[in-house]
């Protein structure tokens, strides 16, 4: 990093925090500190949803893993339009009708008070886990370009977002979150431009591809069906709509985004917005990287991506053979890719045939010398399974990157980052207060509530701090933050299968189901080699029929015999209570009916 | 008891009262958006298909 770069990263972050914190002027009511005043644009809600969602992860993790593994995670995201398609025609519709503040709060609504807070609760431990993986992300950059250990930077990254979070509430998130995309898409445009501009000048872009497509790089769809691949079309359609429906329908961070909306219009527009442009940006995201494996076609990479393990290396006395093994499996790989070039250029098919050939065979040898380095780490007392996926980009940027660019770059990842913690610290907080607190205290005054729901926030960005020490144990982050997440999604989501579509389930049999799909899914985490994509579908299944089951053995589960206490019955908000707490209102009483049956 | 089980399968969502359902800014009708999009993804799978079959 160089003055430019710290003048380009200081000036991006405390433009956007000043931006954020000058719109979110006024936030001192509960309903203008969680929700705007429900008086946001759809573009505004849009690109925060797209904020919350695109993490520093995206970046760090999914470059680097379409390096090492090609474009096939795109297929992840191609359930997602499905889901936006239902959540539009459901969840947000009954959400805005019912004015809640959560999502669970609406749960106490169709079913009863214990249903609400087991789902609050299973938001609250997973939201807080991925929080910490989120945060942690880029302390890891910070560690790889500062050299300071990364408790340092997770403890520094944590007290930056949260006392942003704490001061603006949601509308100071939501406006930030708009910047925060501004420079994540020019970022991720330079970041292309460079890459392609830093490749040999007998290479042209056609080339590039070409040479991606060889290396398979380019496997975008994979058409093939198995249980245990996490990246193919139907695991990304079937295990992909159910994963985005949890987490766009039940999970508070998502959702606080587009309870923040105008209208239902406005919402589903936000919504729709993320539906149309989600997979095109994970598609360039991932294209990024397969181009900066082709840079390091020509370019020789580090043997291990992350400088602190590599050193710890070095002194072995196995170190030089592997060293020597890899740099001549590149420079056979080197003249391989050439030969592949010169054929493809000169429409040789056989000669494309043998280059590739020989590519592949250098390429393996590459592959067990870097697999030998990484057995090194763990015999030299670093992680078991080391992984340094995560490493790949930041390696690149920080390294082939011209002045100014490096600190765009970086840019990006804290704005990814500040986007979507402080949406998740914000949205655990609300859940906190709004679920948890108020019940315990319902009489008090807006003014203490919105001090509760600062305390809250302070509360989780300290939590996740402490988790995120966790991460790096957990695999390339970008799938450790979509595992935690399936342990505990399917479970909603069946929830609030149940509570949209089934009028005769009540409060105790979807109690019982939650539970029974909590189980389901760490039965299968810990005993089988199901892809976590699958766990969200079996969550909700388990939920959903066992939830039937019990309504249908004991009739008396129904809807009428929970202990539902009314419409009468929620906390008040003080002066709000009117307007946001829905059913002590008549119109929330008149509208909770026809749920009810 | 089949006739209760099967009652619980109803699609039970509340029908959205017409001054909330607005209709969208264009193309008319809510469905018609929604298939606009379901296309859209169709195409784009199609698209993601061709370019893995075009450079593998």
Known sequence: MRTLDWVVLVTSLVSIVAYGLYRSRGSNTVDRYLLAGRTMPWYAMALSIMATQASAITFISTTGQSYVDGMRFVQFYFGLPIAMIVICSTAVPLFHRAKVYTAYEYLEKRFDGKTRTLASLIFLAQRGLSAGLTIYAPALVLSVILGWPERNTTLLMGATVVSYTVLGGIKAVTWSDVQQMCIIFLGLLVSLITVIVLLPKAVSFGDAVFLAGAAGRLNAVT??????????IWSGLLGGTFLFLSYFGCDQSQVQRYLTGRSVTESRLSLLFNAVAKIPMQFFILFIGAMVFVFYLFAQPPLLFQHAELARIEGRGEYPAVADRYSEAFEDRRQATKALVEAHHAGDNAAVERATGEYRVAQKRMDAARAEASRLVTLSGGE???SDTNY?????VTKYLPVGVVGLVIAVIFAATMSASSGEINSLATVTVVDMYRRLRPRASDHHYVTASRFATLFWGAYAVLFAGWGKRLGPLIVAVNVVGSLFYGSLLGCFVLAFGFRRVGGTATFVGMIAGEAAIFWAFFFTNISWLWYNVLGCAAVVGTALAITYLWPNSGPNSG???GPNSGPNWGPNSGSSS???????????????? | MRSRLFNCHYVLMPPVPPDHDEPPPFLGTWRRVYMAILIYLGAIIAGAYLFTRAYR
């Open chain 1, 384 to 386: 078991k399974d080391f």
């Open chain 1, 582 to 597: 829905g059913p002590s209102s008549a119109e929330g009483a008149r509208e909770r009916t026809p749920l009810r049956g």
């Open chain 1, 392 to 396: 790949i980009f930041l390696s690149f």
């Open chain 1, 223 to 232: 058409t093939n069906f198995n249980w245990n691949d996490r990246f193919n």
């Open chain 1, 563 to 565: 202990p539902n206490s």
